[in-house]
Nanobody, 128 residues
Framework: VQLQASGGGLVQPGGSLRLSCAPSGRTFSNTMAWFRQPPGKGREFVGALRWATGGGFFPVYADSVKGRFTISRDNAAVTMHLQMVSLKPEDTAVYYC????????????????????WGQGTQVTVSS
């Protein structure tokens, strides 16, 4: 599976951006996630969509983005999106999408080792 992330760019504080992550090859993964890597820092968890036992996906978010970021998948459950509003300078980072066929427990969703496939990253810069 190859993941293609897109939609990054330069935006002013308070602005919005929408990132997309499109897989090629195997098109279905039980869990897809977004991570980001701020300048000079390690990769950090943003949020994930995890397949629910009863069907459908449910989102999990890092506290730092809760209420501002929304993760979704299209109707075919293929492409994942990250809608970001009320952006802050501290949201500046390279954003990566990731996927796995596993269903990690909630506490493991933020662990980079749980994910088998990664996109190439897209730069988001929040600055006036």
């Amino acid at each position: 599976v190859q993941l293609q992330a897109s939609g990054g760019g330069l935006v002013q504080p308070g602005g919005s951006l929408r990132l997309s992550c499109a897989p090629s090859g195997r098109t279905f993964s039980n869990t897809m996630a977004w991570f980001r890597q701020p300048p000079g820092k390690g990769r950090e968890f943003v949020g994930a969509l995890r397949w629910a036992t009863g069907g459908g996906f449910f989102p999990v978010y890092a506290d730092s983005v809760k209420g501002r970021f929304t993760i979704s998948r299209d109707n075919a459950a293929v492409t994942m999106h990250l809608q970001m509003v009320s952006l802050k300078p501290e949201d500046t980072a390279v954003y990566y999408c990731a996927a796995t066929s596993k269903n990690p427990v909630l506490s493991a969703l933020s662990d980079v080792v749980m994910y088998d496939f990664w996109g190439q990253g897209t730069q988001v810069t929040v600055s006036s």
